[in-house]
C-alpha cells in the first residue's frame, strides 16, 4: 500500500504518518507539504530518512502536482489546511485557497483516479454547544461560526458531493481538539507550555469558562488508519477523547502538572465570536471500528510537557523567529 499524505509536516500529519511507519511495516508513504508557517522539516527530523518515506514540497492547490502525485498512491489521507481561528479572522484568504480550493483539487483526482480518499475534519464545523447540550454526532446539524471551521464545514461538504456525484470512495473524521508533542506554540497548550517553561504566565481568553475535548494526537492517528482500513465508503466518524474540561481548567492541571502555582496565570480579551463549548460523542467509531482513546489527559499532558522540556530546540526556534515575535505580539502584546 502507498499512501500520499498531505499536510505531514504539520502537527497531527505528522504523527499520523509516525503511527503508519511503525504499525504498517509494508506500507509506503508520500507526504505533501508547502511549508507554510505551520509546517516544519524540524518536526519530521526523525522520519525523514526512513526507506518507506518520501518528501515533495508543493501546494495541494497546485493541480498537475497533485494529479501526478495521487495517480501513483492507492489512498489520499487530507491534513493540509490552514488552522488557526485567530489567523482566519485576521485574514480569510490562505483559509479560502488551501481548505477549500486545495481539498477539491484531491476530490478531483482521486474521482480521476478512482482512488480512496480520507479527510481530516474538525468539530468546529458544528459550531458551539450550551453546558447541558448532548456532545455532538455524526448527525449534528453544521453551524460554523468562523472563517476557519466555514472553511472546513465547505471541504467537508465538497468530500460528500463527490461521493454522491462521483461515487468518490472516501470517508470524513471530525475531531476535538488534538494535543501532543510538535503542536506549533500558537495553540492554547503549547503556547502555555512553553510560556511556562520560560517562567512567563498563561493567557486565559475572556472568563475560562470555554470547554474543549482532548484528544492525544496519536490516538487521533490511530483513529484515521482504523478509518482507512476499515471504515465503511461514505460514513462520517466521530473522534474525541472523552476529556472535557474548561480553558481555565486545563490552564490549572497544566500548572499543577509543572509543579507551579496558580498566580502563573493571567486574562485576556477574548477571541472574536469565540465558542462556548465543543465535544464529541465518539461511539459510532468505538462500536464499529473498535477505536478507542488510549490515554486520559492528565497522563497525556505530563507526557506532552516532558516532551517540551527535552526539545526546546524546537519549540524556541519557532518562537525566537521574527515573523513569530510579531504574531505574538498582535496576539498579546509582549
Ligand atoms: N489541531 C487540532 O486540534 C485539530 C482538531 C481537529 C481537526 N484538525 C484538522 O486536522 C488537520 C491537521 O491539523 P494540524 O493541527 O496538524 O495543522 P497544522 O497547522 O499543524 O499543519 C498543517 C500542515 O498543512 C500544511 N499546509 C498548509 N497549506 C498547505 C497547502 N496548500 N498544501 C500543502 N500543505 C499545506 C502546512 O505546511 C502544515 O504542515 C487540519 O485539517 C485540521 O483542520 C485539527
Known amino acids: 500500500m502507498k499512501i500520499l499524505v498531505t499536510g505531514g509536516c504539520g502537527f497531527i500529519g505528522s504523527h499520523f504518518i509516525r503511527v503508519v511507519l511503525s504499525e504498517r511495516p509494508d506500507w509506503d508513504v508520500v507526504n505533501l507539504d508547502a511549508l507554510t508557517y505551520a509546517g516544519n522539516l524540524a518536526t519530521t527530523v526523525d522520519i525523514q530518512t526512513h526507506s518507506r518515506y518520501k518528501f515533495i ?58 482512488k480512496r480518499f ?119 466518524y466521530m473522534m474525541g477523547g472523552n476529556a472535557e474540561f474548561s480553558m481555565l481548567e486545563t490552564g490549572r492541571l497544566l500548572i499543577r502538572v509543572m509543579g507551579l502555582g496558580d498566580n502563573m496565570v493571567t486574562f485576556v480579551k477574548d477571541r472574536l465570536g469565540q465558542d462556548r463549548r465543543y465535544a464529541i460523542d465518539p461511539s459510532k467509531i468505538m462500536r464499529e471500528l473498535g477505536w478507542s482513546h488510549t490515554m486520559t489527559f492528565e497522563e497525556g499532558l505530563r507526557h506532552m510537557v516532558e516532551w517540551y522540556r527535552k526539545n526546546d530546540a524546537w519549540w524556541r526556534a519557532i518562537r525566537n523567529s521574527s515573523a513569530y515575535r510579531d504574531w505574538y505580539g498582535r496576539q498579546f502584546g509582549n
Open 57 to 114: 514540497y508543493g501546494s495541494i492547490v497546485d493541480r498537475d502536482l497533485v494529479d501526478t502525485l495521487v495517480r501513483d498512491v492507492d489512498a489520499v489521507i487530507n491534513f493540509a489546511a490552514e488552522t488557526h481561528v485567530d489567523r482566519s479572522i485576521q485574514d480569510n484568504e490562505p483559509f479560502i485557497l488551501t481548505n477549500i480550493l486545495g481539498t477539491q483539487r484531491l476530490i478531483d483526482a482521486c474521482v480521476k483516479y478512482q
Open 118 to 236: 480520507h479527510h481530516v475534519s474538525t468539530d468546529e464545523v458544528f459550531g458551539s454547544l450550551g453546558p447541558m447540550d448532548a456532545k455532538f454526532h455524526e448527525q449534528s446539524h453544521y453551524d460554523p461560526r468562523n472563517p476557519y471551521s466555514a472553511t472546513k464545514a465547505a471541504s467537508d461538504h465538497l468530500v460528500r458531493a463527490a461521493i454522491h456525484t462521483h461515487g468518490l470512495r472516501a470517508t470524513i473524521s471530525n475531531c476535538t481538539n488534538n494535543y501532543g508533542p510538535y503542536l506549533y506554540p500558537e495553540k492554547y497548550l503549547s503556547i502555555s507550555i512553553t510560556n511556562l517553561l520560560d517562567g512567563k504566565p498563561i493567557h486565559i481568553h475572556g472568563d475560562g469558562h470555554q470547554v474543549r475535548d482532548w484528544i492525544h494526537v496519536r490516538d487521533h492517528g490511530l483513529g484515521v488508519l482504523a478509518i482507512l482500513e476499515r471504515g465503511v465508503m461514505g460514513e462520517t
